[in-house]
């Protein structure tokens, strides 16, 4: 996949709340503050819930964070959350 959100998948998957804090932790992103952390928690889970069946797509996810550079998450954290999510996708293929 490209660095570029037109080039993330459009497909889309069910993700629980739960399971977008365990993507989101620090642990999978360790340069994320614990307030940058909560931020695109929330950011995701608001994106997520706009859907009514519960699910999000890369390409969703990618300009969710991509408008979250007003609140200091960095190109890096953003490619960061990016990959943990890409990851938890092939998983749970």
């Known amino acids: 996949m490209s660095l570029f959100g037109d080039q993330y998948s459009h497909d889309r998957h069910q993700v629980h709340r739960e399971e977008i804090r365990h993507i989101v ?3 999978k992103t360790p340069s994320l503050t614990h307030e940058q952390e909560l931020v695109v928690e929330s950011a995701i889970i608001k994106y997520r819930d706009q ?8 390409h969703g996810i990618h300009d969710v964070l991509v408008g979250l ?3 200091g998450i960095s190109k ?7 990959r943990a999510f890409e990851e938890f996708f092939k998983e749970d293929k």
């Open 25 to 27: 932790s620090r642990g």
């Open 51 to 58: 859907h009514s069946d519960g699910t999000v797509s890369m």
């Open 69 to 71: 550079g007003d609140e």
């Open 76 to 82: 890096h954290d953003r490619h960061g959350v990016m």
